[in-house]
């Protein structure tokens, strides 16, 4: 397995590669607002609806990873 050549510009401007940092931001808060007991209720969505932005962010730059991309 290698690398691609254009990586850093894949990293820095590819959609799919955001899509999948708004699915770790969603994961974390949904993980934070369920777990602390600080954050209940001071978190604008329940942690479910976090949960689920996150695989649907996550399914989005699933397939974005497939579309072709001028980078």
Do not use: E, K, T
Not at 49 to 57: H, T
């Amino acid at each position: 397995m290698r690398l691609i050549r254009n990586r850093r510009a894949v990293v820095l401007q590819a959609h799919s590669v955001r899509a999948w940092a708004i699915a770790i931001i969603f994961g974390l808060c949904g993980i934070i607002g369920d777990s602390w007991q600080y954050f209940h209720g001071l978190l604008p969505i329940s942690p479910l609806a976090f949960a689920l932005l996150g695989v649907a962010f996550g399914a989005v730059g699933l397939v974005g990873r497939f579309i072709d991309q001028d980078l």
